[in-house]
């Protein structure tokens, strides 16, 4: 009901507010079925991606198909308990997924040149 309200008022979103979702903290063996039943509550759905990969795994994506469905969901399921874990849902905000990308590439680079030269930081 709380969407119906925000699509009467012409509500300006902040700028953050999108329809894809960055959701942490899952337990490692949901479903499919079962994010469809958590997160559909909130609406239509287009797609959901979970994690499956050793740096992935407990995380996931879901797009829905509007925006106004997404702000409720981060409303309303932030901090929701599943399988005695809480979930955390954000915006997803590509600026912030390419820093980290582009800090774990950084990380590895320095690795190998400290391997190549014989350097250790453990020492200091």
Known sequence: MATISLRKGNTRLPPEVNRVLYVRNLPFNITSEEMYDIF?????????????????????FVVYEDIYDAKTAVDHLSGFNVANRYLIVLYYQQAKMSKKFDQRKRDEELTKLQEKYGVSTKDK
């Open 40 to 60: 559909g509550k909130y609406g239509a759905i287009r797609q959901i991606r979970i994690g499956t990969s050793k740096d992935t795994r407990g995380t996931a």
